[in-house]
């Protein structure tokens, strides 16, 4: 089974500080991974994927992800934090060839000035 | 495109009410599913679809009606609403070329009902 884990529920960081959410992952076989991100009031929209090609994701606003199967992670990282970055960021895996998603818990990210 | 569109954007029931969260995309995708989200719970999935006739159970499927007649349209009904399920729904898409975890399972999201039980 398939199963993600987002290590805190809550970060937050000072505007131009570099950004860190944690993701562990559990699956059975080769997973694909993905990081979306949800503004206030708003659906989701997805930021980067990972589907076993390279190990360093790039995805849209500067974020990257890089996929450690050693640790079963999917950390997601930004260089310098913007204030339109603060939202709520999931870790998702890919549950086979059915279409079905299964979310983190989700982590809120604040960004002071 | 449109994309994935939902209605209504909010409702507010009584217990004991019925009704159907509207989902349509335009984008022919085969897979279609519901989304509830909960505070410091993510999304769960409800239901699932791949493809018109065909639907499944996901994760939290009890006193949730799915049908998908037609490709575009996947609409969710309450059939007696309760306070626990007092939640905000998503749909979301996605084509069967993207399904697979080689092709990625990428799926797109509409805008979300929020729905209040009282």
């Known amino acids: 089974a398939q199963s993600v884990t987002q290590l805190d529920s809550h970060v937050s960081v000072s505007e131009g500080t570099p950004v860190l959410l944690r993701c562990n992952y559990s699956?059975?076989?080769?997973?694909?991974l993905f990081w979306y991100v949800q503004h206030p009031n708003k659906g989701l929209q997805l930021l980067l994927k990972y589907t076993s090609a390279a190990t360093l994701v790039k995805g849209i606003n500067g974020f990257e992800a890089e996929f450690k199967k050693s640790e079963t992670s999917f950390h997601l990282t930004k260089p310098s934090a913007h204030m339109s970055d603060a939202a709520e960021y999931f870790c998702v895996v890919s549950a086979g060839n059915t279409g079905k998603l299964i979310f983190g818990q989700g982590t809120t990210l604040q960004v002071k000035p | 495109n449109a994309g994935v569109t939902q209605t209504p954007k909010f409702q507010v029931l009584k217990t004991g009410q019925s009704m159907t969260l509207q989902c349509a995309q335009d984008?022919?995708?085969?897979?279609m599913s519901w989304y509830r989200q909960d505070p410091g719970m993510g999304l769960r999935l409800i239901h699932y679809?791949?493809?018109?006739?065909?639907?499944d159970q996901g994760e939290v499927p009890n006193g949730y009606n799915v049908s998908r007649s037609t490709t575009e349209d996947f609409p969710l009904r309450l059939l007696s609403a309760a306070p626990s399920q007092t939640s905000v729904y998503f749909c979301?898409?996605?084509?069967?070329?993207?399904?697979?975890?080689?092709?990625?399972?990428?799926?797109?999201f509409g805008p979300g009902t929020r729905l209040t039980v009282l």
């Open positions: 699956s059975s076989y080769s997973p694909s």
């Open positions: 984008m022919n995708h085969e897979y």
């Open positions: 679809s791949v493809g018109a006739g065909i639907t």
């Open positions: 979301a898409s996605s084509p069967r070329r993207l399904a697979g975890v080689s092709a990625g399972g990428e799926q797109f």
